[in-house]
């Protein structure tokens, strides 16, 4: 099975942009979660979502947001930049449905720089 | 709420030898645990996992942890190393207080010396 993808693996954006990240979970997964991760903060969660429903959120302002589509992709977008947003992108995608104890597989990431 | 602690930013330990790395967290409710891996460049993958049952786990990779519930710890520990091991360990916590979004720890990267 094909792991977990994410596009792009790198963006460079300026600030007051906006962007779009994009994940393809494994094949037959239907919950996709993000995360932010960065040196001063380490791993925060953004959000869940499970079958095209955002199920469990994290405590990011609303200039985060997400979406899920029938196939179960997903993404993120980050509206109005800031530099504090410049962080390594995680998603990762789980396969039973049980958001408490299910294993998650993680992406490689995608690296955005806000300059 | 909810809190991971891992106590050490680095371990350098040499190859062949031992290794333990720390985990406490703070609320002492029914948890669920976590230590995932991040190799150099790459995403996360899971170690193991502790749900319920015998409080030592056994993972991938020669890895094992022990839940100590009264000690609110969760220390990985592996019994030699190689060069491969070299990654970022990160343990993670869940509980119905943090409606089961995983708290992360900060992340211990295991240094091996040849």
């Known amino acids: 099975k094909a792991g977990v993808t994410q596009t792009p693996r790198y963006l460079i954006k300026t600030r007051g942009q906006q962007v779009t990240l994009s994940c393809s979970p494994i094949s037959g997964h239907r919950s996709v979660s993000w995360y932010q991760q960065t040196p001063g903060q380490g791993l925060q969660f953004l959000f869940e979502?499970?079958?095209?429903?955002?199920?469990n959120k994290g405590n990011f302002p609303g200039r985060f947001s997400g979406r899920q589509f029938s196939n179960s992709r997903s993404e993120m977008n980050v509206s109005t930049l800031e530099l504090g947003d410049s962080a390594l992108y995680l998603c990762?995608?789980?396969?039973?449905?049980?958001?408490?104890?299910?294993?998650?597989?993680f992406g490689p990431g995608t690296r955005l720089t806000v300059l | 709420a909810q809190s991971v602690t891992q106590l050490d930013s680095q371990v350098p330990v040499f190859e062949e030898a031992p290794v333990e790395l720390r985990c406490n967290y703070s609320?002492?409710?029914?948890?669920?645990l976590f230590w995932y891996v991040q190799y150099p460049n790459q995403g996360l993958q899971l170690l193991l996992k502790y749900l319920s049952g015998s409080t030592l786990v056994k993972g991938i990779n020669g890895f094992e942890a022990e839940f100590n519930k009264s000690q609110t710890s969760f220390h990985l520990r592996k019994p030699s190393v190689h060069i491969s091991d070299t990654a970022e360990y990160f343990c993670?916590?869940?509980?119905?207080?943090?409606?089961?979004?995983?708290?992360w720890g900060a992340g211990t990267k295991l240094i091996i010396k040849p």
């Open positions: 990762a995608s789980s396969g039973t449905g049980a958001f408490s104890t299910d294993t998650q597989y």
């Open positions: 993670a916590v869940s509980d119905l207080r943090s409606n089961y979004q995983l708290i």
């Open positions: 609320s002492s409710v029914s948890v669920y």
């Open positions: 979502y499970f079958s095209e429903t955002q199920r």
